[in-house]
């Protein structure tokens, strides 16, 4: 697998783990929002109609009582609060789920008419009684009964609610520090992948590389990965090698020509020396006590490359009853390459 691939792997991962994150997060906050929906919307409402039932129901009571002692206002009394009564009551009903609301709701509706008809009664009367009063007083109560089972219900429903919302949001909670725990682990393998896999390599890469310019060519890579770092570290190897070979090679033709410069040198009848232009020896069948003596005048051997031309001829004075040397600048195609040097016998 290569590099790339597996940099695209690694970070798609990670996008993978946040688009779920997200998404988890969504969904949880969508259920989460329908339960609240559920609580604010159905129950919440059908718990206020309850109560607006209740303070009806209140209404009525009072109002039949004004109605019985012959107070002036008590039949408008009455009617508005029948109609608070219904309007909360048709909330009640509109808003029923499920069996057990629906069979409140019917209830609520049959204790409803009853009371209709005992309200009309007690209005049609030219002098309402005790015993209709009575008999509203009881279908008030038959209601307040049905409303107060239903108020009981729409609260048992909202702690239902409730206790479900907050089971859902430590559910998401949880999920969401999961997935959270998760990415952190995902992070951290995929750093210590990155740190092992390219980052360490990329530090062998450059103590190979401050090895060579310091002169260390046998230090080598390992290149057992596929990716591109390997196929670089093969090359880097190979070209490593190549060059040691053509080092050994160059040695060693180096050290052929020597041989043949020797040959060359030592076919000549007097001690000779072929010296560079920098002074050093290349070949010489000089005496060790020559050799000494050329290394010595390596400064004015440089000195003559100076003044002298392609094939001129000098001479370095006896020293020390060595022997004087006959200098003869050697030169390819008109540019000096070195001198010849050959030893006189040593003066009487």
């Known amino acids: 697998m290569t590099l790339r691939t597996r940099l695209l792997l690694g970070y798609g991962y990670l996008v993978a783990l946040l688009l779920a994150t997200a998404t988890v997060s969504a969904l ?40 019985r002692r012959g107070e002036r206002d008590a039949a408008a009394a009455l009617g508005a609060a029948h109609q608070e009564l219904e309007r909360a009551r048709a909330i009640v009903v509109a808003r029923a789920r499920g ?8 209830g609520l509706e049959r204790e409803a008419a009853a009371l209709r008809a005992a309200r009309d009664r007690l209005r049609a009367a030219s002098a309402p009684g005790a015993e209709d009063e009575l008999e509203l007083r009881r ?64 530090d062998e890469l450059k103590a190979l590389g401050d090895a060579v310019a310091a002169g260390d060519r046998g230090r080598r890579l390992r290149g057992r990965h596929d990716d591109e770092l390997g196929l670089l570290a093969r090359h880097l190897n190979a070209a490593l090698d190549h060059q040691e070979a053509q080092e050994a090679r160059t040695e060693g033709r180096l050290n052929q020509q020597a041989q043949l410069l020797l040959g060359l040198v030592g076919a000549r009848p007097e001690p000779t020396a072929l010296v560079g232009l920098d002074g050093a020896v290349i070949a010489s069948t000089l005496p060790a006590a020559g050799d000494a003596r050329v290394a010595s005048f390596a400064e004015r051997i440089r000195d003559e490359r100076q003044v002298a031309a392609p094939g001129a001829v000098r001479r370095v004075a006896d020293v020390d ?10 030169a390819h195609r ?8 050959t030893l006189d016998a040593p003066a009487a």
């Open 334 to 341: 008109g540019r000096p390459v070195g001198w010849l040097v």
């Open 139 to 202: 279908r008030v109560d038959a209601v307040r009964r049905q409303a107060l089972l239903l108020l009981e219900h729409d609260t048992r429903e909202m702690q239902r609610a409730e206790a479900t919302a907050r089971r859902q949001a430590q559910g998401f909670a949880l999920g969401l520090a999961a997935l959270a725990v998760v990415a952190l682990l995902s992070l951290g393998f995929l750093s210590r992948a990155l740190q092992r896999g390219v980052l360490a390599r990329l």
């Open 321 to 330: 009853g060595g022997g004087g040397l006959t200098l003869e600048l050697l």
């Open 28 to 67: 949880g906050l969508q259920r989460f929002g329908r339960s609240l929906d559920r609580i604010l919307l159905e129950d919440v409402h059908r718990v206020e109609a309850a109560l607006v039932i209740l303070r009806a129901l209140d209404a009525h009571a009072a109002a039949a009582a004004a109605l």
């Open 99 to 106: 069996p057990e609301e629906l069979e409140r709701a019917a």
